[in-house]
């Protein structure tokens, strides 16, 4: 056996040895994400327009909460409360979602006279939807669409976002 060789077999091992290494950790996070009962809306609506609906509903829940922040949720000890992301689970094989957050946050700044240091007081806001059991992903979008989102019944309520809102940020 010459030096050449015995150097191929031993970058062949070393090769070998590390795509044994590496390969149970990815098959375990394929098969992990394979038997997920849940996803993200996004990862579960299977059209382009479906998920550009929900993209276009987000954007459109975002925009009304800014429309109406000042004169609502906005008036108390934090007045610059930001919608960051509704998101919402679904059941991979049934489309049923398994619940809807919206997140916020604010922070409500002073002045330490004493040290000149700017205080923060950060605040965070998780609200869920209530959505009637046994919602499906497509029937939220469609009873919601882009229009005024916020302000529209939830499938199967007489209950909004808006509303809910009310109970959440207060």
């Known amino acids: 056996m010459n030096m050449h060789t015995i150097v191929n ?27 997920a ?15 550009e609906a929900w993209l276009n509903l987000q954007y ?9 922040c000042g004169d609502t949720f906005c008036s108390g000890e934090y007045t610059n409360i930001q919608a960051l992301r509704y998101r919402c689970s679904v059941n991979r094989t049934t489309g049923v979602i398994g619940e809807c957050i919206w997140t916020f946050a604010a922070s409500d700044e002073s002045i330490d006279p004493g040290s000149g240091k700017v205080v ?19 029937e939220l979008i469609q009873a919601l669409g882009t229009s005024q989102p916020l302000s529209r019944p939830l ?10 809102l009310s109970d959440c940020l207060y």
């Open 60 to 68: 459109a829940l975002k925009r009304d909460f800014d429309n109406v």
């Open 120 to 138: 923060v007081q950060p605040r965070i806001w998780q609200c869920r939807s209530p959505l009637a059991p046994y919602t499906h992903a497509e």
């Open 9 to 35: 077999s031993a970058a062949c091992c070393a090769i070998v040895l590390l795509g044994l290494c590496s390969t149970p950790p990815a098959r375990a996070a394929n098969a992990a994400s394979i038997s």
């Open 37 to 51: 009962a849940y996803v993200d809306m996004s990862d579960y609506l299977p059209t382009w327009q479906q998920q």
């Open 155 to 164: 499938p199967r309520s007489n209950q909004s976002l808006h509303y809910s």
